[in-house]
């Protein structure tokens, strides 16, 4: 049997015509914790860590959790958000090797993402399409890495305080923020970490310099998949200009998960995109 496994942070409930699942990350204060599944309720998870004042904290998933989500495959592909925010990534080879072990027969490729939401989902159409073509795991596994190269990610974000507060950005970088109606644009850097591109007055200018930063990387219009935090008007906002700039271009747009919806913040959005 072929699985297909992603760790929450790739904003995905269901895949429907494959074995897809995903393996949560937790979020927690001293008080309580929540695990990031279907179950979530991203509305009042945020309004809870905005009314709490005390320290919050993210785990990756545990190696066991890994495991069982593996049990019963004999071909297993995982997505991970980048390993250089997360030791999400680490948790899914420490899996790999253990499973192997266990199931000599067993196949598993562990990919780092370098990214995370709407990057992981790319990696995954891809991985789906791949295995749709009939191909093989040593055929998936020989090509995946390269179009993970050809990916890009930005993010528009009103605050980075969770990204700071947890040391994912520098408290340097986070104080430009959360000033009335600035948004930072970043991307994710070849690393897979967070880099600061612009600092923008308003949704308006958002837009405008995503649409530049998407010209200077030379996008062609190549597939984009977008998550935004509760934020469907930024979002439509996004799509629409984006279509009107490249053209007919295969792009969608989905309501975060819990992992990137507590680090992007409300009003936040990521976006993914092919830059070959
Ligand atoms: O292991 C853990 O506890 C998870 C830590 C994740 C930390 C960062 C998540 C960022 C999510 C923010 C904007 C996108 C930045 C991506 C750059 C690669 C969303």
Redesign the pocket.
């Known amino acids: 049997m072929v699985k297909i496994i992603a760790d929450s942070?790739c904003d995905l409930k269901d895949y429907p015509g494959i074995g897809f699942e995903t393996v949560p990350?937790?979020?927690s204060t001293e008080e309580r914790t929540y695990v990031d599944d279907k179950s979530l309720n991203l509305h009042e998870m945020l309004d809870y860590f905005y009314s709490h004042h005390g320290k919050s904290?993210?785990?990756?998933p545990s190696t066991q959790a890994w495991l069982d989500a593996f049990e019963g495959a004999d071909e297993v592909y995982v997505v991970t958000?980048?390993s250089?925010?997360?030791?999400?990534y680490n948790s899914a080879c420490v899996a790999r090797d253990q499973y192997i072990e266990n199931h000599p027969e067993a196949k598993v490729c562990v990919v780092d993402?370098?990214?995370?939401?709407p990057?992981e989902v790319l990696i995954i159409e891809k991985i789906v399409e791949l295995k749709n073509a009939g191909k093989t795991f040593e055929e998936v596994s020989s090509v995946i890495n390269g179009y993970r190269d050809k990916l890009r990610?930005f993010?528009g974000?009103r605050s980075l305080h969770n990204?700071a507060q947890?040391g994912?950005v520098s408290k340097i970088v986070a104080s430009a923020v959360g000033i009335m109606n600035i948004r930072i644009l970043?991307?994710?850097?070849k690393e897979?970490?967070?880099?600061p591109v612009a600092k923008c007055r308003g949704e308006k200018k958002l837009i405008e310099t995503i649409v530049s930063e998407f010209k200077k990387i030379g996008f062609k219009g190549g597939k984009i998949r977008i998550c935004h935090v509760e934020n469907e008007v930024l979002s439509t906002a996004i799509v629409t200009k984006l279509k009107e700039e490249f053209g007919k271009i295969d792009i969608k747009s989905i309501l975060?998960g819990g992992?990137?919806g507590?680090?992007?913040?409300r009003g936040?959005i990521?976006i993914g995109c092919e830059c070959s």
Do not use: D, P, V
Request: aromatic share 6%; with cysteine; charged share 5%.
């Open positions: 942070a990350l937790t979020l904290s993210t785990a990756c958000i980048t250089g925010l997360s030791g999400t993402s370098l990214s995370t939401g990057g990610l993010f974000l990204l947890n994912r970043g991307t994710a850097s897979g970490t967070i880099e975060s992992l990137c507590f680090y992007a913040e936040g990521i």
